[in-house]
């Protein structure tokens, strides 16, 4: 089982920026591809964008497409997640996930393992 760490999440103003690391530890070798869910309240989890460790495939929801971008760094076993022209509908508790599909998946289904979350905050 992979552990994963999720920190950068905080208190930010409509169109500021954050930027989300997500370390992991453990079983890493088996893992293949990373992603970022987010769950705001009273809403279903949903997905972010997501990379494979070899870079080649990334994938963005549409909602997020343009402002965020997702990247990873292989010698420190950690993804990033860089958030620009936030909003207060980016508000949520954003998630790391680690699975074996080459492919980064977009659903919750295709990940193993997940952080336990790090709160978002835009204020309008």
């Known amino acids: 089982q992979v552990q994963l760490v999720e920190s950068g999440g905080g208190l930010v103003q409509a169109g500021g920026s954050l930027r989300l690391s997500c370390a992991a530890s453990?079983?890493?070798?088996?893992?293949?591809?990373m992603g970022w869910f987010r769950q705001a309240p009273g809403k279903e989890r949903e997905f972010v964008a997501a990379?494979?460790?070899?870079?080649?495939?990334?994938a963005y929801a549409d909602s997020v497409k343009g402002r965020f971008t997702i990247s990873r760094d292989s010698t420190k076993n950690t993804v990033y997640l860089q958030m620009n022209s936030l909003k207060p509908d980016d508000t949520a508790v954003y998630y790391c996930?680690?699975?074996?599909?080459?492919?980064?998946?977009?659903?919750?289904?295709?990940?193993?393992?997940w952080g336990q979350g790090t709160q978002v905050t835009v204020s309008s």
């Open positions: 996930a680690a699975g074996r599909q080459v492919v980064p998946g977009r659903t919750e289904s295709s990940y193993d393992s």
């Open positions: 453990g079983g890493t070798f088996t893992t293949v591809s």
């Open positions: 990379v494979n460790w070899a870079g080649g495939l990334i």
